[in-house]
């Protein structure tokens, strides 16, 4: 390792920012640590600090998103906000730097716009994308030799899981103001000894190295998160066993600076928060095979006849919170108004509109909970005692970091709406909850909602699939390659002028897939096979097998040339929204 920074290290952070000195006052020199030639200067002057963007292999990458926190400042009119940093599980709640009396819009100072920009970055759904998506470097400010500026301690690096829009209260009663605050989740560095080699930065930061280059020098758990994204996150997520061995002079203690205790988070799981047992009654890191076994075995009231919807229909409530980028749990009125006009809608026929039901039973599924209950055990989940406590409910933290993977949300998706909503107006349904771009495999178009509405002879309903091709030349020369010819059937279908196939995006462009317009995420398809494909009624397997959805009966195989390589991410994408994909996570090592 050519420059590490140990994770508990103290840096010295002077305003001469003179990077010749190795050390100053007995602490290695931020400046000289972070130092290169012909680069530009690292600073940490502000909470947010972004290192300029370099171009390399015609794209634009950006070197690293320094994150500093300053605790003597929490609460103060320069910073209105206490930032939480649970290290030990792994955890940092960090807010934004919009504050009271700004004129611009939320979202635009210049460090909440980078770090929403980090943000997109970070739920890039292709191992190509994550590549190129920015590290985010985690620093606080520490009092040392009774100074309480001047000196910062490196806590890790770490990816922004969820961002949101809060309303904070201004110091001194000066109003209130809207800010985001960011859910980051810091990484194991265990491999490394908790340790980071600047040299990634400095690799990234030159253009003349590619992303994959740069990621020669990245930590072990950053390099697993850029091929596999979020889903491996309860994975590679710093924890509580891991150890810092770093020396007993340079790491931080509390005792040093009392302020730190704002750091402090406590981590007890609530007894309304249930865990996921494993038979033996240990307790079991969820994964996404376990999330869909438990959403195939729901529980659910009413008999096997006719068995009740409001469970499922809650749990695709959440989940489309998860995906419009909500908060996972909300209050029990709001719950109360918002399920309960769904199950009125959606419910079955005769069934008594009870959100209480599911807002109190879903419990027992260990993806659901409830804050906020004083007495859980004697509790009768009466809707008028829940309108007294408005107690917060919602999914698991476990369970909303696995449904904020895209893949895994449109498999659970999919898995529900198979599983205990067949029998419902799906596409009713999804439109209802804003999911109706998990109905197809191309996706809601970006202009979707200017359909229709133009003024027509006799009244028109549109029934096409949207099937947007952004690259006519690329669409050309995948039919070229395959000579026009189907490759699910073999068909090569004759027109009048010539041979007719399709080219089918396999990870749709639309909403909310949002998949490349590549030559590795198409497919040639006839008419028949593509409409099959695009409707969810036909999946590719792990063995290129071409199954039906319905019954996974087979109808043949995938033909393949060597000339067109086709993304297996992209193939297991569509897998996940026909809720075929049952493949553990896969490990790089």
């Excluded at 006009?341 to 069934?351: I, M, N, Q, T, V």
């Excluded at 509790?379 to 696995?402: H, S």
Aim: glycine fraction near 6%; charged fraction near 25%.
């Amino acid at each position: 390792m050519g420059n590490p920074i140990q994770v508990g290290e103290v840096l010295r952070y002077t305003r001469e920012k003179n990077p010749s000195v190795p050390v100053i006052d007995g602490y290695r020199n931020f400046h000289h640590v972070t130092a290169a030639p012909d680069r530009p200067r690292v600073l940490l002057e502000a909470g947010i600090n972004v290192i300029a963007k370099v171009r390399a292999s015609g794209r634009s990458r950006r070197p690293a998103i320094l994150i500093r926190s300053s605790p003597w400042k929490a609460g103060t009119r320069e910073t209105p906000w206490h930032d939480v940093f649970d290290l030990e599980h792994g955890r940092v709640r960090y807010f934004g730097d919009h504050k009271a009396g700004l004129t611009v819009p939320t979202g635009h100072t210049p460090g909440n716009k980078a770090l929403l920009e980090a943000f997109e970055e970070h739920r890039a759904t292709t191992a190509e994308d994550r590549a190129h998506a920015v590290p985010l470097l985690l620093f606080r400010a520490v009092s040392r030799n009774k100074r309480p500026k001047g000196y910062v301690e490196f806590c890790g690096i770490a990816v922004i899981e969820r961002a949101e829009q809060v309303v904070q209260q201004a110091e001194a009663d000066r109003g209130s103001f809207v800010n985001y605050v960011y859910d980051l989740a810091v990484l194991d560095l265990s491999s490394e000894d908790d340790r980071i080699d600047w040299d990634w930065i400095h690799a990234r930061s030159d253009p003349s190295l590619s992303a994959a280059e740069g990621l020669e020098h990245a930590p072990r758990s950053w390099r697993r998160w850029v091929d596999h994204g979020h889903a491996v996150l309860p994975e590679v997520r710093r924890q509580t066993t891991r150890s810092e061995s770093i020396d007993s002079s340079q790491r931080h203690s509390p005792a040093d600076d009392g302020a730190d205790a704002l750091f402090s988070l406590s981590h007890q799981q609530s007894s309304t928060t249930p865990t996921w047992p494993r038979p033996t009654g240990t307790v079991e890191e969820p994964t996404a095979s376990l999330l869909m076994d438990r959403l195939r075995e729901l529980k659910v009231h009413g008999g096997p006849k006719q068995p009740g919807r409001h469970e499922p229909l809650t749990l695709l409530w959440a989940i489309s919170g998860i995906d419009a980028n909500r908060s996972r749990t909300v209050p029990w009125r709001q719950f109360r108004d918002e399920v309960g006009r769904l199950l009125a809608e959606f419910g079955r026929p005769g069934s008594s509109v009870t959100p209480e039901y599911p807002f109190w039973h879903l419990r027992t599924s260990n993806l659901w909970e409830v804050r906020g209950i004083p007495s859980v055990d004697s509790f009768k989940p009466r809707a008028a005692a829940l309108d007294k406590l408005n107690p917060v409910g919602g999914l698991t933290e476990q369970v909303a970091e696995l449904l904020s993977d895209p893949l895994v949300r449109a498999q659970a998706i999919a898995v529900l709406r198979e599983t205990h909503l067949s029998d419902i107006d799906q596409h009713a349904l999804l439109e209802r909850l804003g999911l109706q771009g998990y109905e197809s495999a191309s996706g809601v178009p970006d202009d979707d909602a200017d359909r229709d509405t133009e003024t027509h002879p006799a009244p028109r309903h549109a029934t096409t699939v949207s099937r947007i091709v952004r690259d006519t030349a690329l669409t050309r020369r995948v039919k070229e390659l395959h000579d026009n010819r189907c490759q699910v059937c073999g068909l090569r279908l004759r027109t009048r002028f010539g041979a007719y196939s399709e080219a089918a995006h396999i990870r749709g462009l639309g909403r909310p897939h949002h998949g490349p317009d590549s030559l590795s995420n198409l497919l040639v398809l006839c008419p028949n096979h593509h409409v099959q494909f695009d409707t969810l009624a036909i999946y590719i397997d792990t063995e290129h097998t071409v199954r039906m959805t319905s019954d996974n009966s087979r109808i043949g195989e995938l033909r393949r040339i060597p000339d067109h390589r086709i993304d297996e991410e992209h193939l297991r994408y569509h897998r996940g929204l026909c809720g075929r994909d049952s493949e553990p996570f896969p490990i790089s090592l």
